[in-house]
């Protein structure tokens, strides 16, 4: 259980949507481009050739990494999971600043489904590990590198 890799069911299906993309239409994209490269002579100055081969291995490994990460992922459906106020994965968080007065929504996924810019982070990240288990109304203080942080919690959603 160790290695099990926490995961929602989208992340999850965002990989699988991924995965059926490298393995349908890039490996033949990237095949096709090793096999052009081969028709311009020899392959000891053929750029091309080691670029297509190149991009070659990294997409192989991406389907290795991809295969292996859900192969070991534990997927997580918050919303089949009854809401007690209680932050945990998969769950989507409304924060009052108490510094800067200000709200922040987070919702908590696995590291490979991150990203800021929507607000997603990681359960790993160090706000998300001061949030966990935390429920609606206690004051976290999180430890970032940027300092220490105080947070209330103003709502908890398992969406």
Not at 7 to 12: D, F, I, K, Q, V
């Amino acid at each position: 259980m160790s290695n099990m890799i926490p995961m929602t069911a989208r992340g999850a299906e965002n990989l699988r949507v991924e995965l059926e993309h490298l393995k349908t239409v890039r490996r033949p994209e990237i095949v096709n481009s090793i096999a052009e490269a081969r028709e311009h002579g020899d392959l000891k100055e053929n750029a091309e050739y080691h670029a297509a081969r190149e991009e070659q291995g990294f997409c192989e490994g991406r389907v290795q990494d991809i295969e292996w990460k859900l192969s070991n992922s534990q997927i997580i459906d918050v919303t089949k999971i009854t809401n007690n106020g209680r932050v945990i994965f998969g769950s989507t968080v409304c924060l009052y600043n108490t510094e800067t007065e200000e709200e922040i929504t987070y919702n908590l996924v696995g590291d490979d489904e991150a990203n800021i810019k929507e607000n997603r982070i990681s359960i790993n990240s160090p706000i998300a590990r001061g949030l966990v288990g935390k429920s609606v109304d206690d004051v976290a203080m999180v430890t970032t590198p940027g300092g220490a942080i105080e947070f209330e919690i103003v709502s908890v959603e398992y969406i």
